[in-house]
């Protein structure tokens, strides 16, 4: 099973970019990266997913080096309301649920 | 995205009493759906992988007979907690898989 290693937490201010790593030094040849994010009583929601080099979205990017054993997600311009639990998980492309670990995730506070 | 709603979004009760989620996909079929359960300050925990038209998988340490799980149709899951207690109290949230793995918002449930 892999399993992915993440800061507990991080601050940071309003209009900063914020860079979220994550290690997963077991991730298997045909896993896929995903990263979430959960506010205080709702489910997660998905952000981005990636397999390798770089993706982007309307809201994040995804940077992947060619060994894929760690991933970094990249929030631009982050604003009071992007203080949430972001996840990094790794596992099929369809999330299959028993390669996922959900660990702690990583709390990020984003300041005015 | 695809969209997961549950319902209902809080359920209190009394101890003993039985209590259904219903998890449902939008504007998507899902053979598959997850249950998780999470605790405050904690992370998701998978209880159990629902099946359209079989039995439910669940995890090491979860009753079957208490975590009730039925999945009758391509968009409805539902989660029965059986004779309730205290410690059941919990934030139920479920998913479903549409390409990648999409969440609903979750049940607050509370056992007095």
């Known amino acids: 099973l892999a399993k992915t290693t993440q800061p507990i937490s991080m601050d940071s201010y309003e209009g900063q970019e914020v860079n979220i790593t994550c290690s997963h030094n077991?991730?298997?040849?045909?896993?896929?990266i995903t990263w979430y994010q959960q506010f205080p009583s709702q489910g997660p929601r998905f952000i981005i997913q990636?397999?390798?080099?770089?993706v982007t979205n309307e809201v994040a990017s995804l940077f992947i080096p060619a060994d894929r054993k760690s991933s970094t997600l990249s929030l631009p311009r982050v604003s009071l309301s992007d203080t949430a639990v972001y996840y990094c998980?790794?596992?099929?492309?369809?999330?299959?649920?028993?390669?996922?670990?959900w660990g702690l995730g990583t709390s990020l506070a984003v300041n005015p | 995205g695809a969209v997961v709603s549950q319902h209902p979004s809080w359920v209190i009760c009394k101890s003993g009493t039985s209590v259904k989620i219903e998890c449902r996909s939008l504007?998507?079929?899902?053979?598959?759906m997850f249950w998780y359960r999470q605790f405050p300050k904690q992370s998701l925990m998978l209880m159990a992988t629902?099946?359209?038209?079989?039995?439910?998988?669940?995890e090491q340490g979860v009753e079957k007979d208490k975590f009730l799980i039925n999945h009758a149709s391509l968009t409805l899951s539902t989660l029965t907690v059986t004779s309730a207690h205290p410690e059941d109290s919990s934030f139920y949230i479920c998913?479903?898989?549409?390409?990648?793995?999409?969440f609903g918002p979750g049940t607050r449930l509370l056992v007095l």
């Open positions: 504007d998507f079929q899902a053979t598959t």
């Open positions: 077991n991730i298997a040849t045909n896993d896929y």
């Open positions: 990636g397999y390798k080099t770089k």
């Open positions: 629902s099946n359209e038209g079989s039995k439910a998988t669940y």
């Open positions: 998913s479903a898989i549409s390409e990648t793995q999409y």
């Open positions: 998980l790794v596992g099929d492309q369809a999330g299959n649920n028993r390669k996922l670990i």
